[in-house]
């Protein structure tokens, strides 16, 4: 995967600054950060940069050693185990201290980095959570311990010189001067004074609502992640009387950051990465956020276009130079525990679990209201809608049909058992097909609702984990026999046409002579097969989902897949299906369950209730994929022209399409690349450059050129940098 550095700007038109005007649509795409996703470590909890050389601790592993000098291909170089649970590290000189929880301090010899060793294992008493090193004294923030101070004359040996117990858990550290700062769980803020290392002394607490996990401090003021507030910020111009000023309750707890200037790069537990305005210390305002797919514990900024994120279980390169946060869901609460939702005209029909069905007015997305409910016999599993009737799946009760000819009086009609219980529910041309993750095709005839008849009940051999009605044929997301397709023109009795093997299929949606099934595992998948000839279904695509994915729903060229092992919804471009490719992974605070769309906007079954958030913008794929579109493109200059050092390149776009945009020196070599083979919509784009490389150095004054390519087209011009 190629470096991004600059996120283009999108066009208004395609992006919804608000959920409260949730009618339209945005480019989920713009939201998407993540510029590469190294994965050759087991995890990543804490960083540590020296140069080009990035120092991982990952837990239960130890330290790894990863090479950024080639950022599109990080590579791992070195690593060592270490005798307990890593969780933070300090490099000076030749040596790497980490905190290894129960194992204490690991001392590694990291003059060889292919060949890190080591050394020894420091006792500290209790849980080693934070290390600092600071003039030869090493620092542990030894959680039970408190405060632990060693001598590092001989860095391979350190020598213990004092101790200072402190109240709560210690987490975090951060030193200047001679104040030394520690943050922890049930105390707060401590500030010691270690003018003389061998006796710490403590000058004042500020108490803290839960857990402190990391501080830095710059100026008169602390900045402390915790779980209490994800970021609380304590004025510590008097020592003595540390003093909490204000702080931001956002999603999840506050791990480590990074300050730079006025802007604190804060990693968050289920958000990802926040950006925070600091220049008001009393008012500390969120300017932008990352997600990232999993718990971001650590940041290094690179410049201002990229940072080094440790997610958990990969580290990130993620683009910072636009973090515009995505608009958020809205949630409207609705009585039980959404399992599905399906949307008919202007209102949505939940299955609520234990309370039964739940009939949402959606005509105004930004203002839900209840249009009227009604109980069923057991517990309300799976909807389906068609015309006036709905159709519940009802566990152990079966089938249930509901009258909603009058969307505020509701009214049950009938019940049909079945074999199983019955968790999900397809309905299609008055024939109803209920399933239970069974082998059992299930077909019904509902056109007399009150009098619903079994036509068939047919052992397939298979699983029959959810399955899709087109015309006179089902498409059956069949578990680990993949696709299965019947037709089903004569329902009492359904016979197997095509099949295709692919592993552990559990939803399935279709949508132009493709279906998309989800494949969830450790290994998520959406695949992608063109059945066309449904005799002979042919897999197109796979692409591969950030997590565990049971359910599915497509429409105008975009799959939204919820009901993961994780709250979210995965968001994928299929208008070319061939090319179908992940644009989002949207995290929720909620668990999702079954999704819905209308024309206004995407309804997401979530615990409890319903969430509502803007649709992906149809490609013109999507809209008509054989429109003709010339292939030109407009390249204006850069302004301002001279420049000092930041300047704007602009240009147009007639189509949707892959561009590239690359700054070179006059000898020809390449010095920036400002876009990198990335698909942006049609119309006007600009992109900044701030005069430097792809290092992050600021480069000498002169002539550049900067080249823009397209789809057969390249067009360059000059720019002047002055100094």
Not at 348 to 373: E, F, K, N
Not at 625 to 643: D, E, K, Y
Request: proline letters at 7%.
């Amino acid at each position: 995967m190629t470096i991004k550095i600059a996120c283009l700007a999108l066009t208004t038109l395609l992006l919804t600054p608000s959920m409260t005007r949730a009618v339209g649509c945005i480019d989920h795409a713009h939201y998407e950060r993540t510029i590469l996703e190294y994965t050759d470590l087991e995890g990543a909890k804490d960083l540590w940069r020296e140069g080009d050389l990035i120092y991982v601790v990952n837990g239960h592993t130890g330290l790894v050693i990863v090479d950024i000098s080639d950022l599109d291909l990080p590579r791992t170089v070195g690593a060592v185990a270490t005798p307990g649970w890593a969780q933070e590290v300090v490099v000076t000189g030749a040596f790497a201290y980490v905190a290894d929880e129960g194992g204490g301090v690991a001392v590694i010899d990291v003059s060889d980095p292919a060949d890190p060793i080591l050394v020894v294992s420091v006792d500290t008493d209790s849980f080693a959570m934070d290390v600092l090193v600071d003039q030869g004294v090493l620092y542990v923030a030894d959680f039970s311990s408190g405060l632990r101070v060693f001598d590092l004359t001989d860095p391979a040996a350190p020598t213990f010189l004092a101790t200072r117990d402190t109240e709560g858990g210690a987490h975090g550290l951060a030193k200047v001067g001679d104040r030394l700062y520690m943050v922890g769980q049930g105390s707060g803020l401590y500030v010691f004074d270690v003018s003389d290392p061998s006796q710490p002394s403590i000058m004042g607490l500020a108490a803290m609502p839960g857990e402190g996990y990391s501080v830095i401090v710059n100026g008169n003021h602390a900045y402390v992640g915790g779980s209490g507030q994800t970021l609380t910020v304590i004025d510590v111009a008097n020592p003595h009387l540390p003093t909490i000023v204000s702080g931001l309750h956002l999603d999840g707890y506050g791990y480590r950051s990074q300050l730079v200037g006025d802007t604190l790069y804060l990693a968050g537990s289920s958000r990802g990465l926040h950006r925070i305005d600091v220049s008001n210390p009393l008012e500390p305002v969120t300017t932008g956020r990352n997600e990232t797919p999993g718990w971001a514990f650590d940041v290094i900024v690179l410049d201002g276009f990229q940072a080094l994120v440790a997610d958990g279980s990969n580290l990130l390169i993620t683009d910072i130079s636009d973090m515009e946060p995505i608009p958020e869901p809205e949630y409207f609460e609705v009585p039980g525990y959404t399992q599905d939702v399906v949307v008919s005209g202007d209102h949505a029909y939940l299955a609520a679990y234990g309370d039964g069905l739940q009939i949402i007015d959606v005509s105004d997305p930004s203002g839900l209201v209840v249009a009227g409910s009604v109980a069923t016999a057991d517990t309300a599993m799976g909807v389906a809608v068609e015309g006036d009737l709905v159709v519940i799946a009802d566990q152990d009760a079966g089938l249930t049909m509901i009258d909603v000819s009058d969307r505020t009086m509701p009214v049950q009609v009938s019940t049909i058992g079945l074999s199983g219980p019955a968790t999900w529910v397809t309905l299609a041309n008055q024939l109803a097909y209920p399933g239970g993750w069974n082998t059992r095709l299930v077909i019904i005839d509902v056109s007399d609702p009150g009098d619903p008849v079994l036509l068939s009940d047919q052992d397939t051999g298979a699983p029959v984990y959810h399955l899709v009605v087109e015309g006179n044929l089902a498409f059956v997301a069949a578990g680990n026999s993949g696709l299965r397709v019947f037709d089903v023109g004569d329902p009492v009795a359904p016979v197997l046409v095509g099949s295709l093997d692919l592993p552990f299929c559990t939803g399935v949606t279709y949508e132009n002579d493709h279906v998309f099934l989800t494949k969830p595992s450790s290994d998520s998948d959406l695949f992608v097969v063109d059945v066309s000839d449904p005799a002979v279904p042919l897999l197109v695509a796979t692409v591969l989902l950030p997590d565990r994915f049971y359910l599915v729903t497509a429409h105008e060229g975009t799959v939204y897949a919820t009901n993961g092992s994780s709250p979210g919804v995965a968001i994928v471009d299929v208008s070319t299906p061939a090319e179908a490719r992940l644009l989002y992974h949207r995290a929720f605070p909620l668990w999702t369950n079954g999704a819905a769309v209308s024309n206004t906007a995407l309804f997401v079954g979530a615990s409890p209730g319903l969430a509502t958030m803007p649709l992906q913008c149809p490609s013109i794929s999507a809209v008509d994929p054989i429109m003709p579109q010339p292939v030109l493109l407009r390249l204006g200059q850069n302004a301002p022209n001279p420049f000092n050092p930041l300047t704007t390149i602009r240009y147009d776009l007639p189509r949707r399409q892959q561009v590239s945009l690359r700054v070179f020196d006059m000898a020809g070599r390449l010095v920036q690349t400002l876009v990198s083979n990335r698909w942006h919509e049609a119309g006007p784009h600009a992109v900044n450059w701030s005069g430097r490389d792809t290092e992050g150095r600021a480069v000498a004054a002169g002539v550049y050129r900067y080249v823009l390519e397209g789809e057969g087209f390249r067009e360059s011009r000059s720019m002047l940098l002055l100094k």
